[in-house]
Structures are given as C-alpha cells and as structure tokens.
Nanobody, 121 residues
C-alpha cells in the first residue's frame, strides 16, 4: 500500500513563495516518476509538474519559470517550490506517483490527501 502525505500549503500574498512537500511510503520511491497536480473549485484536476526517476522534469506552461519540482530519494520526498505566486494558482495541490520511472508511463491510483494553497491579490 502506497501512502502519500502532502504538506506546506497555506495562505500567501501574490508574488510570494511556498514550498510543498510530499512524503511517500510503501514502495521503492526512487524507481518511480512523481507528479504534482492541482484542482481549483469548479475545474478539473490538472498537471502542474512531474519528475522522472532520473530527474527529468516537465511543467505546465502556466507555471514554467516560477515553479520547480525536485526529489530527495534518500528522504522519499518530492518537493514543489512555488515562486511568484498568482491568485490563479489557488487550488488544492496533490501529489501522485506514476506507474514507472517515466512520467509517460501513466498515473497510478495513489494520491495524497491534498494541501490547500491560497494566493491573495
């Protein structure tokens, strides 16, 4: 059984920064790609960023240049550094794991409980 626990969300003013963390347990963390998704009220869940087991990254166009995904395999943790936050970044952020080492391998059914990020204008 895989467990994913997100933390680090909160309320921040536009232009501010937050760092999200996702601690994983229950599987060989280092062998799987990981991803961050977000879901705003009334909208579908969307990909924010993904990182492969080798460290390759992929970002949604809306966050390129502002967000950075990284992983620490020794700590079984994936991070999302969010800078220059905008009100439109307001959402619940979820982490998930992919089925393989690449983020092209398809999503697993494992999701964290989510962490709320609210950006005020």
């Amino acid at each position: 059984q895989v467990q994913l626990v997100e933390s680090g969300g909160g309320l921040v003013q536009a232009g501010g920064s937050l760092r999200l963390s996702c601690a994983a347990s229950g599987r060989a963390f280092s062998t799987y790609a990981m991803g961050w998704f977000r879901q705003a009220p009334g909208k579908e869940r969307e990909l924010v960023a993904a990182i492969s087991r080798s460290g390759s990254t992929d970002y949604a166009d809306s966050v390129k240049g502002r967000f950075t995904i990284s992983r620490d395999n020794a700590k079984n943790t994936v991070y999302l550094q969010m800078n220059s936050l905008k009100p439109e970044d307001t959402a619940v952020y979820y982490c998930t794991t992919y089925l393989g080492g690449s983020y092209y391998s398809g999503l697993s059914n494992y999701w964290g409980q989510g962490t709320q990020v609210t950006v005020s204008s």
